[in-house]
């Protein structure tokens, strides 16, 4: 293999974890280069204050063979209303081998116009959004349509990471990593899905999206319009 060029988008208020999970295993992707994009090289803040350093900009960043989008509400309605960020997407896409999100940067693909007629999947709170960006939601942890992957909330961008390790290098590399980064979850509750959460957990939790998936739609509906 040749190397590979991995992508990950950078944009202001992202959700640290949904971009340094599926990073953490791709780094360690042989043979491959890891790139963390943004639109210029000032460092970018993160929805819990973690800020990153862009490895290259919009402008420098070379041809990816994988560019992946992280989420995070607050972020991703900015970002979907940011032309530039829009337009690299939709071109680094286009030669890209492998196009990819995790949680709500699924709808920044969508809005690039990347998830027409395609199966995908997205943070629970918010797959109702897929529909006005032409997508049909599957419910998975990550949900695979050609060169289209798609991750859900949050914590799946590893399991996507290691899906995408295993069809390149190998599944004994991707099993490789998963011990090193000792990924072995056991969660203390059984409430990591909305179907299994107790009811009132998840109807107050959805109560708190609301307003954000409010402004996610009207900023979508604004976009697929121009």
Same mark, same amino acid.
């Given at each position: 293999?040749? /190397?590979? /060029? ?16 599926? *990073? ?35 402008? /420098? ?19 979907? %209303? ?31 116009? *990347? ?14 959004? *897929? ?15 050609? /060169? ?8 799946? %961008? ?57 402004? *996610? ?10």
């Amino acid at each position: 293999m040749s /190397n590979f /060029n991995v992508g990950f988008l950078l944009f202001p208020h992202l959700t640290q974890l949904d971009l340094t999970g599926p *990073l953490q295993v791709l780094a360690r992707l042989p043979q491959s280069t890891t790139h963390v994009v943004a639109k210029s090289q000032e460092p970018v803040p993160s929805d819990c204050g973690l800020g990153f350093v862009p490895t290259c900009t919009f402008e /420098n960043c070379p041809p990816l063979d994988l560019i992946c989008i992280p989420g995070g509400t607050t972020g991703v309605i900015a970002a979907i %209303g940011d032309r530039e960020t829009i337009t690299f997407v939709r071109e680094q896409a286009t030669q890209a081998r492998y196009v990819t999100s995790v949680c709500t940067g699924a709808l920044i693909l969508g809005a690039a116009g *990347l998830l027409r007629g395609r199966r995908a999947t997205t943070h629970w709170a918010f797959t109702d959004m *897929l529909p006005l960006v032409g997508a049909t939601h599957e419910k998975a942890r990550v949900v695979r349509d050609g /060169n289209l992957i798609t991750a859900g909330g949050v914590t799946s %961008g590893i399991d996507f990471g290691l899906r995408v390790v295993a069809e390149i290098a190998g599944e004994a590399t991707a099993q490789t990593i998963q011990l090193g980064i000792e990924y072995d979850p056991a969660p203390p509750f059984d409430c990591g899905d909305p179907l299994r959460a107790p009811a009132a957990i998840t109807a107050a939790l959805s109560t708190r999206y609301q307003a954000a998936a409010s402004k *996610l739609r009207s900023v979508i509906e604004q976009t697929i319009s121009l």
